[in-house]
């Protein structure tokens, strides 16, 4: 079904939405962002159209939405323990074409890779994607080039005129909510972006120990704000936190964790891998573009440029993709 709505009629539809349904919409944060005078954007709870950010590209990614930065797993005494008690509202959440591609990754490492992760896939099984179409490329976005710019699988697909929201219906359920004219037109997708990479097919192990990896030894200050920022980055770290007033309680919390930072490969008996910061930019990027192709067949990476954004030292994943691939080509 699709339909067109004025923006009033469709803040109604999202009120009578929120009795079921947390909604989740990128927010432009004032003066909250890294820099002076910058805004964050960011995913959080939303209640009007008007609150959403449809003109800037947001910081974080929607991940945040289905895995918390933290998140408690269970709490326990010496004798038992309890896990948390789970939000059974359901989630509806605005996103990109890239990020919903992203979730496609998530779901991988996820659910179907060995064990399921529970408390993920109790998220997942409560959302719904509102896709917001993209009229034109961000900066550093190269989508076109990671196949990421389009999808068809989406809730409600969304785009916003002057007059009205249009809105593309597919999922049944959510009609009944919704009161418009029918009208016909597409949700927006970019064809082009003014940044293009080339992932090499022709990788071999050799890559890994090429001299390429040595520039990043210095740029790179392993500050990990690219793993932070990406849809893509499925890592954590365990914490056991102990209640100061009984030690013996506590609780137990998964947290992102990046590969770019310090103390990300420790083990046992004090020993550590690829201390040198070139080395976690080659273990990042042959994951995001050659290992995790090599066993699922489709890359990691969905070109949404925010570790480009994100990253003091200018360094450019885009760019190190493409140095990649002129390897590849010298090797020919
Ligand atoms: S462009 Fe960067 S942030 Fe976006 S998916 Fe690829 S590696 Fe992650
Ligand atoms: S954001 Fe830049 S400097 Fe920070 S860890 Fe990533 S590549 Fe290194």
Known sequence: MKIGLSRESFNG????????????????????????????????????IEEIEFERKSHFSPKET???????LFYFTEDEYKEPSSDE??????????????????DQMYLKNGELDPYYK?????????????????????????GTNQTEDYSIGLKLTAEEVLLDIK????????????KEFQVDYVTSNDTKVTVPDNLSGDVAKSDMWREYDKRCIACGKCNFVCPTCTCFAMQDIFYKDNENNGERRRVWASCHVD?????????????????RMRYKTLHKVYDFNKRFGYHMCVGCGRCDDACPQYISFSTCINKLNDLGEAEK
């Open 89 to 106: 509202k359901k989630l509806l959440v605005f996103l990109r074409a890239c990020d919903i591609h992203a979730v496609k990754r998530i």
């Open 66 to 72: 289905l895995l918390p930065i933290t998140q408690v």
């Open 122 to 146: 109790h998220a997942r099984d409560r959302v719904k994607f509102v896709l917001i179409g993209c009229e034109e490329s961000f900066r550093n976005c190269f989508c076109v080039s990671m």
């Open 13 to 48: 539809s999202l009120k009578q939405l929120q009795e079921e349904y947390r909604i989740y919409a990128p927010v432009s944060m004032a003066f909250k962002g890294t820099f002076s005078d910058t805004d964050s954007i960011r995913y959080k709870e939303i209640t009007t």
């Open 263 to 279: 103390g990300y490969t420790d083990m046992a008996g004090g020993h550590s891998f690829r201390k040198k910061h070139g080395d």
């Open 171 to 182: 999922d049944e359920d959510l009609n009944v909510y919704f009161v418009g004219e029918e």
